[in-house]
């Protein structure tokens, strides 16, 4: 094999590594935890709710699924807005390394799973 060749080979193999890293991004990399703080609102216990994007590239419109979603907090509209079975996150603004957090408080806490995001790869 010539150098040249040993070279392309090089380059096309570093590519598709890279590539196929990229393409490893997927809903999957949004985890979101909650935690039950020490604070009651109204008598309900309340729930910590952090989401981290372990992708490296970012994530915009970002919705988790919320079916019969219920809180006695408010939540700022700008973070977690509900809308029927899906809520977006961070007014479907991009998610990159700070994670979002917010609270809310009812008698039980709500899966809260990653429904739909788009993937934005620079
Ligand atoms: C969520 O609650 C846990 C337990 O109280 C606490 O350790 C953590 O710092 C809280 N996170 C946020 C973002 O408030
Ligand atoms: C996203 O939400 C729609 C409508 O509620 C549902 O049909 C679909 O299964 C959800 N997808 C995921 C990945 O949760």
Same mark, same amino acid.
């Given at each position: 094999m010539g150098d040249s060749t040993y070279k392309v080979l090089c380059a096309v193999i570093f590519l598709v590594l890279i590539s196929h890293g990229y393409s490893q991004?997927? $809903?999957?990399d949004l985890s979101v935890t909650q935690q039950k703080t020490a604070v009651k609102v109204k008598g309900k216990p309340e729930w910590n709710v952090t989401i981290t994007n372990n992708c490296p590239c970012v994530q915009t419109n970002v919705k988790l699924n919320c079916v019969g979603f219920q809180t006695v907090e408010p939540i700022d509209v700008t973070i977690f807005s509900v809308s029927g079975d899906s809520c977006l996150v961070n007014a479907g603004q991009p998610i990159y390394r700070d994670p979002i957090t917010f609270k809310y408080a009812w008698d039980n806490s709500f899966p $809260?799973?990653?429904n739909s995001s788009v993937i934005a790869c620079s």
């Open positions: 991004c997927s $809903l999957k $809260l799973n990653p």
